[in-house]
Nanobody
């Protein structure tokens, strides 16, 4: 089992930045791949970014490439999502997720989820 708790969401103006954090506990953090997803009202949950167990391999949705950065700090059992140049279309609930195998970009491939944190970008 892996327990995940997100934090760092909030309200920001377009062009601003936020950093989301996801603290993990339970199963050895270093053995799981991590991902960030988001879900806007009336839309399906979509992949944002992912990282393998070490943080050495990452991938991103095209919509956030060059603006968002995923990283993880093994010593703190924490994964981060640095979000820069935010746009109103980035407004959503952001979820942290974990899986016990390699990097993946489909929500169905992740077994563990946090409760989500709201990010609102005003124009």
């Amino acid at each position: 089992q892996v327990q995940l708790v997100e934090s760092g969401g909030g309200l920001v103006q377009a062009g601003g930045s936020l950093r989301l954090s996801c603290a993990a506990s339970g199963r050895t953090f270093s053995s799981v791949a991590m991902g960030w997803f988001r879900q806007a009202p009336g839309k399906e949950r979509e992949f944002v970014a992912g990282t393998n167990w070490s943080g050495g391999v990452t991938n991103y949705a095209d919509s956030v490439k060059g603006r968002f950065t995923i990283s993880r700090e093994l010593a703190k059992n924490t994964v981060y999502l640095q979000m820069n140049s935010l746009k109103p279309e980035d407004t959503a609930v952001y979820y942290c997720a974990a899986r016990t195998y390699g990097l993946a970009s489909r929500a169905s491939e992740y077994a563990y989820w946090g409760q989500g944190t709201q990010v609102t970008v005003s124009s």
